[in-house]
Structure formats: C-alpha cells, structure tokens
C-alpha cells in the first residue's frame, strides 16, 4: 500500500507542478487535472475495492492528503469534498445507490455535499431547505451557501428537512432548478469552486433520496463532516510541511549581518514552533486515522481534536512562515502567502475552531 500511496504522490505532484500558483490567482483549477485524479481514484480513495476504489484506510489516504495539501490547498479542498460525498453515499446509501454512484467517483465524475445556509451552519435547527414527497417523485426547495467544489461538481448530496427530519438527495447539476453561482474572490482556497447552490423546485425520481430519507439531520450532518474534517486535519499538515520547507530553505540561504538569517535566535524561534506544530499536528492526525481505522469508541472525539490541532496550528505556523520570508513571502501566490489565507478558512470549515472547543470540552466532561 506504501508503494501506491507513493506513486499517487508522484502522480498528483506532476500534475500540480509549479502551476499552483497561477490556479490561485486564477481562482480555477484545470477540469483535465480533476478529471484525471478521479478517473484514478485519487479524489477518494478511501472508495472500497468493490466499488472501483483505491480502498485505502486512512493513515494512507490521509498521508496523500496531505501531500497534495502541500501542493495545493484548493485542489485538496475539492479532494475534501469528493470524499465526504463518497462517505455520505457508503455509509447511508442503500446497497443499489452505492453500487450506481460511487463507480463514478472513481471513473471522472465529481462531487460535493451542500449542508450550510445563510442562517444554518452549526445550527441544524435552523435550516430551511426541504424536500417532500409525492408518489415516485420528489420536489426539493433552498439555498445553500459556500459548497466546496459545486463549481466542479456533476452532482451534488443537498442535506435537506423532510417533515420533522432530514434527508440527502442526489441532485445531477444539470437538473432543471438548479442554479450553481461561483463566490467571487474568497479569502483562501481561491481555486476550490466555492458556490452558492440554489434549489428551485428541483423535481426528481425517488431514488435520488439517499436510504429512503427521515433520519435524524445531526447524523446527516455528522456523517459528511466527521470525513471532511479529517481530511482538512490531514490537509492542513501538509501546509505545515509547505511552510517549513521555505522556512527552512529562506532562513538558511538568506543571510542578515554577516550570518544565515537562522542562526539568528528571534528567527529559530518561528523554526522551532514551525516544526514543533507540524509534528503535533502530524501525530494528532495519526491517531485520528488509527481510531477511524479501528472504529473506535473514541473516534468522533479524535476526529475533532485532530482538526481543531492541525487547523490551529496551520494558522499560525503560516504566519510564522509569513514573518521568517518577510517581504519574500508575501507576494500574492506564493507558497506561505497562499497557506496563510487557506489555513485561516481551515479554523472556519467543518466546524469552527469555536465549535470543535464546545466538543471537546463535551466529550472530556462527559467523562467525569
């Protein structure tokens, strides 16, 4: 499995190549290096064998996460949302469901998971979405906001109330109703087709309502977000490792009166913390894996912690490759200048830096 995990990170490294910045400026990536990547595999894949899928656990599938993260912040986003699709498919599909739909994320197709609305991100209660039911038919109504990828993506999983409780439907883009609306300029991520997803009484056969619909809307919520934020966990270790490297590399070749800009101590300090967070950050996410691997009791409160650890970390490891570079890193689309917008959106996505704190501070009193 090492060997393919290596051989992916070389795949997905020469297809980035240098271009990551001009992607960001950009604000897009190519369609040709998504449509690759997926028709591999590589944007999911955790996707079991049986469906097509690389089938990896999620040390592996987390480890080339976070190479790619190191290369591209928004491509990895995308790869994000792949997988919370694949995810939400496998785990609340029904058999039929998961053998239509996850064999195209692994053969080109894209996706992405629409939950937030203007007034519910965090707060399920005040979602307004919804889809109802009439004979073998369906009709979806709402507005979700910030969907990662909904500008790539050939269909979408749309969280949504049915009655008294939720449902995921499966909504082709193309569908009459649906309009997809590119954000303009966002802080960070800037390539990651971020969008605002308008649902105007979207009709659709029955069978797009992922397992017959009614289950409780925090599981919905919880099932895509508990993949999406390991993923982002993991991501964020790569930009650490992104922002090391040039810190490293400008802090030994610069050099300030008369010595290497490192061997300066206010300098070696931000080294120091750089390296001390990507490996607190790294070993966080470890362990995070191995519990999802194992399924274990404490795996919700793993997952948090890793992506509440890395995010925070990335932030400000970020800014202390910022101030190592000074003006040599903050040229927009340099490698630091990118990480420091991307890392301060990975303390938002998925769950706040507040939020994960609320969580935290839940499981460890729940303990007493």
């Known amino acids: 499995m090492r060997e393919a995990v290596a051989l992916a990170?070389?795949?997905?490294?020469?297809?980035?190549?240098?271009?990551?910045?001009?992607?960001?400026?950009?604000?897009?990536?190519?369609?040709?290096?998504?449509?690759?990547?997926?028709?591999?595999?590589?944007?999911?894949?955790?996707i079991p064998a049986r469906y097509g899928g690389p089938g990896w656990n999620s040390t592996d599938s987390g480890e080339f996460t976070a190479e790619v993260g190191s290369l591209c912040g928004?491509?990895?986003?995308?790869?994000?949302?792949?997988?919370?699709?694949?995810?939400?498919?496998?785990?609340?599909?029904?058999?039929?469901?998961?053998?239509?739909l996850l064999p195209r994320l692994v053969s080109g197709d894209t996706a992405a998971v629409a939950f937030s609305e203007e007034q519910?991100?965090?707060?399920?209660?005040?979602?307004t979405t919804s889809v109802t039911v009439d004979g073998s038919a369906l009709t979806l109504t709402g507005r979700k906001t910030?969907?990662?990828?909904?500008?790539?993506?050939?269909?979408?999983?749309?969280?949504a109330r049915m009655g008294a409780e939720g449902a995921v439907v499966v909504v082709p883009r193309t569908a009459p109703g649906v309009q997809v609306h590119r954000i303009g300029d966002p802080l960070g991520c800037r390539a990651a087709g971020h969008a605002h997803v308008w649902l105007d009484e979207v009709r659709l056969p029955l069978d797009h309502l992922l397992g017959g619909g009614r289950q409780p809307l925090p599981l919905l919520v919880t099932t895509a977000l508990a993949y999406g934020r390991m993923s982002v966990a993991w991501g964020c270790v790569g930009m650490l490792r992104?922002?090391?490297?040039?810190?490293?590399?400008?802090?030994?070749?610069?050099?300030?009166?008369?010595?290497?800009?490192?061997?300066?101590?206010?300098?070696?300090?931000?080294?120091?913390?750089?390296?001390?967070?990507?490996?607190?950050?790294?070993?966080?996410?470890?362990?995070?894996?191995?519990?999802w691997d194992a399924d274990a009791d404490d795996l919700g409160a793993a997952v948090v912690l890793a992506k509440y650890v890395s995010?925070?970390?990335?932030?400000?490891?970020?800014?202390?490759?910022?101030q190592v570079l000074a003006?040599?890193?903050?040229?927009?689309?340099?490698?630091?200048?990118?990480?420091?917008?991307?890392?301060?959106?990975?303390?938002?996505?998925?769950?706040s830096s507040e939020m994960c704190q609320l969580m935290l501070a839940g499981h460890a009193l729940s303990r007493r």
């Not at 997988?83 to 239509?100: H, K, S």
């Not at 890193?329 to 938002?348: C, F, Q, S």
């Open 74 to 100: 928004s491509l990895r986003s995308v790869m994000t949302a792949q997988g919370m699709a694949a995810w939400t498919i496998e785990r609340l599909g029904d058999p039929a469901q998961a053998t239509r």
């Open 311 to 322: 995010a925070q970390h990335a932030a400000a490891g970020a800014a202390a490759a910022v």
């Open 327 to 351: 003006s040599a890193g903050t040229r927009d689309g340099h490698v630091v200048a990118r990480a420091y917008r991307d890392a301060k959106l990975m303390e938002i996505i998925e769950g």
């Open 146 to 159: 910030w969907v990662t990828a909904a500008c790539y993506a050939d269909f979408l999983l749309v969280v």
């Open 242 to 291: 992104a922002c090391l490297a040039a810190a490293v590399e400008h802090a030994g070749s610069r050099r300030q009166f008369g010595r290497p800009l490192g061997d300066h101590q206010l300098v070696a300090r931000h080294v120091a913390d750089l390296w001390a967070g990507e490996q607190i950050a790294t070993r966080a996410c470890e362990h995070a894996s191995r519990c």
């Open 9 to 46: 990170g070389a795949t997905v490294t020469e297809l980035v190549g240098d271009r990551a910045d001009d992607w960001d400026l950009a604000g897009e990536l190519p369609r040709d290096v998504l449509r690759k990547l997926a028709e591999a595999g590589l944007l999911a894949a955790q």
């Open 120 to 127: 519910a991100g965090s707060d399920l209660s005040a979602m």
